[in-house]
């Protein structure tokens, strides 16, 4: 991609703890979902799911910095109490979790307790609901029903500006060919994006030398 080619201009999004959320193509439905909030409709579950890395942890705290949601972690040996649910509810990873009819009911029983008392819920998962495992078809049915939403993987563009403002946030500036050099190389994700950045400043702090495409081809090779 040409040095041109990379955008300074792609929106910011305040977020949870003074994160900035970039918006971009890959995730601006979803990112449209969480601005609706709470006027959704009749849909009182959202399920944001992609690939590791792609942003669904980083826009559910968008979310719960709106609403004031509780992050909860069902697992098979924890009793819920439903009285203690709150009416903004995140479950992480959900798809990891459902492995055994135990768990699916547990996630049923929640569903139905949050739609009955007119509370929210999201979720993440790394798989579209069609490919959980299944022992429930209420619980699938309901899922499916639910707003489905796919985060995309970052494009060029993205990973370029989450790379600028990784190293801005400790007040280092690239150069376009550095950025351009890096998002050839990396795995096309936020976390590896972020881990590059942390990569390439030990390094440049390390032998106490300018980030340059010398310096990061050490890393890679």
């Known amino acids: 991609m040409a040095a041109a080619q990379i955008p300074f201009d792609i929106p910011v999004r305040e977020a ?3 994160e900035d959320y970039l918006v971009a193509k890959s995730n601006q439905a979803a990112v449209d979902w969480v601005d ?17 890395g792609c942003g669904k942890t980083h826009l559910s705290h968008v979310w719960q910095y709106r609403s004031g949601a509780i992050r909860q972690a069902i697992t098979k040996s924890h ?17 990891q979790i459902l492995d055994t009819p135990h768990m699916q009911e ?12 007119g509370g929210y819920m999201m979720l993440t998962s790394r ?10 078809p209420d619980l699938k049915s309901r899922m499916l ?41 990396i795995e096309r994700s936020f976390s590896a994006a972020r881990h590059i950045v942390n990569q390439v400043d030990k390094l440049a702090l390390s032998q106490k030398r300018k980030i340059t495409i010398p310096l990061i081809r050490e890393l890679f090779e």
């Open 16 to 18: 949870f703890e003074a």
């Open 36 to 52: 609706r909030w709470p006027n959704w409709g009749e849909a009182h579950c959202a399920i944001l799911y992609g690939t590791s």
């Open 79 to 95: 009793i819920i109490d439903y009285q203690d649910i709150p009416d903004c509810l995140i479950l992480e990873d959900i798809d």
């Open 106 to 117: 547990k996630l049923f029983h929640i569903y139905n307790w949050q739609k009955e008392k």
């Open 127 to 136: 798989a579209h609901p069609k490919n959980w495992p299944s022992h429930l």
């Open 145 to 185: 029903a639910s707003m489905i939403i796919e985060i995309g993987v970052p494009d060029d563009e993205l990973l370029a500006a989450v790379i600028i403002k990784q190293f801005m946030d400790r007040q280092i500036h690239v150069s376009a060919e550095v950025v351009n050099f890096l998002i050839l190389r």
